[in-house]
């Protein structure tokens, strides 16, 4: 079986899938629970009729997004930020293009929510 993994082009923006609902699964580095992952995921891609992940590529939630799309044959896009393009801004630019993807977004924090990631919650109000 081939597995094609979608990574943003440089310069490219991503667009979403046409019919797809789609979930952004993110979290900080230090969370690593990969059960309360897989219960909280399978619920909510049940209950919300989840067709397709988004994630990036960092850490250890993002892994853990990717097999659980590879293993329940969703489709699934990695974002990477563009750090040659746009330099500092790499980051801000990749979760706007997130966001702009999503239908939902799911967030897996250890113990608080980093800068990054408040900065998406805010993206996402």
Known sequence: TKIQ???TA???????????KTLLITGDEAFNNS????KECES???NNNITELINSVFFKVDLMSANYALD???????????LLLYTKSAYTEMYKN??????????FVDSKLTKDLEFLVQLCT
């Open 5 to 7: 993994s979608k990574l």
């Open 10 to 20: 440089r310069g490219a923006k991503i667009e979403k899938t046409s019919g797809a």
């Open 35 to 38: 059960e309360l992952f897989e």
């Open 44 to 46: 909510y891609i049940k």
């Open 72 to 82: 329940n044959k969703m489709m699934n896009k990695e974002f990477v930020p563009d």
């Open 98 to 107: 997130m966001v702009d993807c999503a239908d939902e977004v799911l967030i």
